[in-house]
């Protein structure tokens, strides 16, 4: 019976310590089990410290857990922010809560380019600008930078390894590199081209399996740094680290590691501090009725060891 | 108002409103905390006790909600159901397959989500009682059959733009009030009644108990396991299809790990893991209990890994003080 008291007691209180704290920016990410997503978050903050605006964060347990994020988007929503910039776990899930967000006239903001225009158009979601690393461009950047190291007349196998079968970001950088490669050293053949789901163990799998089958390859291209760090390191247990030049995407710390090792060879780096950052900057531009483009590209930065050590890049300041 | 309803557990409780709550198998200590949970989350944010957010609490429920009752079911009947959160995803793509690859009507897209949950249902009986492999194993085997398949389907792509009355289904707000809250406020209804009232249901629970003595007793109780893993199948179906309507396409990595959030509503909900005694309202007070706390973190915007946290500890506490009771009534 005590417990009943106090509990009632509770609730009372409740009422009256209530107090509203609405407005701000919502800022909704994937999961902050990646760093790149923890970044992302510093940006987000230091970027709400120029602007000089308010905002809350959150995130989910997976970069799968589709569901859990609309359902957090929805609850975000209940505190009326003024802004509401999201990275979609993919390119539907949060459209219900974005679509009730345009309805409330709230600013939505796509962060990292998760969001496809033309499912956008035929859901009647209406976004202020999508903001994120091009990732044909950063495809392309690779290639070029291998080309630069192997020469145009290059000749020889290439192992491509692609992202989560069927994800954009992972096609967009896998096509990118291709016709770039095609294009600047028709003597490099892309050999195979497999998805690694993402998955170190599963590109170190593959590297291995290709490496059997093709003993004289010369480059892998992996559609991230984690498939990037198995690759290299199923290389080099097969004693062919002098041979294959390896190059991941994203620039991660772990990535960063490992160039500065000597194992990987470069990482065409993503500034996912730089997107969060100017996200916030860009978005409160928004709100006070400025004009800001619909697409935002951030820069793209290939990482070697040479780089690194030489330290002068200005864009290397925001490589965390 | 909760603090009236708090107070009329607490001293207004009528002999044949204790008889019914006990009939139904509750248990009156879940209720509790659900509400004490709803006082503290809305004791700490301003903007918990809102029409809006309790609507979109149920809302988030209801998938986990619904996969609840199927695990409610396979669970006090004494077997096991790894395979809902998988079968939930495959339901969301054959529908949404079925709809916008095949171009069928809408009609044939929920056929698609149901039936696709019971064949895997049915899969899933057939194999544990003809068979004779253990539903942990067939169930387990079952969770990356209906996972791949659903990506084989979909290409590992979601499917996406359904015709407007499936959307409808998981985006409509008839008085007001999300779809999808009525389809699992209905299906939980339902199934309360079949599992608590019901012949069906107490051949369910005498199963469960003990397999030997309901066998003992006439009851074909290969047949009956086989209908609860169908009945499970089919929750999964219904739940991959609200989940489908809602987002307006298949996406072929829905449910991921659901089973387990499912079968953790059910237990904190007093069902018991070895069989023998179930309540599906009790399961949905298990989920709601999990829904509120999601609900009222992300609000205070407590990062996710806390929740998860929070969600085992509840879940823990729920059983430790079940089976304190339980010696208790013993001695």
Redesign the interface.
Known sequence: MKRMTLIAAALALSVSAAQAQEGGYAVLMKTLANPFWGAMAQGVEDGAKEAGVRYFAQAVESDQAAEPQLNVCNTMLQRKPEAMITAAINSTNLLPCLAQANAAGVKVVDLDGNLDPEILKSAGVEIAFSIGSDNVAAGAQGAEWLVSQLGAGATGPVLVIEGLSGNITGQKRAQGFAAKLADLAPGLEIVASLPGDWDRGKAATIANDILTRHPDLVAIFAANDGMALGAVEAVHAAGKGAQVTVIGVDGNADAVKSIRDGRLNASVAQLPYLVGKQAVVDVAKAIRGEAVAPVIHVPTLVLTKAVLDAGTEPLLAYVK | M??FA??S??HGWTVAQRVALERAHVRLESL?VL??LG??M??????F??V??LL?IL??TA?IGILAIGATFVISGGGLDLSLGSVMGLAGVAGAWTCVTLGLPAPMGVAACLGAGMAAGWINGQLVTRAGVPAFIVTLGMLGLARGLA?VI?????I??LPSGLVWL??GRPFGVPTPVFIFIFAALIAHYALAYTRFGRHTLALGDSEGAARAAGLRVERHRRALYVIAGLTAGLAGMV?MA????G?P????SYELTAITAAIIGGTNLFGGRGSVLGAMIGALIMGVL??GL??M?V???Y??MAIGAVLILAVFIDQRQARGARA
């Open positions: 909760a603090r708090l107070a557990i607490d509790v509400l004490l006082g503290v809305a004791f700490l944010s301003p903007f006790l809102s809006g957010n979109n809302l988030a998938t990506l979909s290409d590992g792509r979601v996406y733009g998981g985006q989940f809602r987002v307006n396409s996406d990595t829905a449910g991921m999601q609900n992300n609000l915007a990062q996710s890994y929740q998860q």
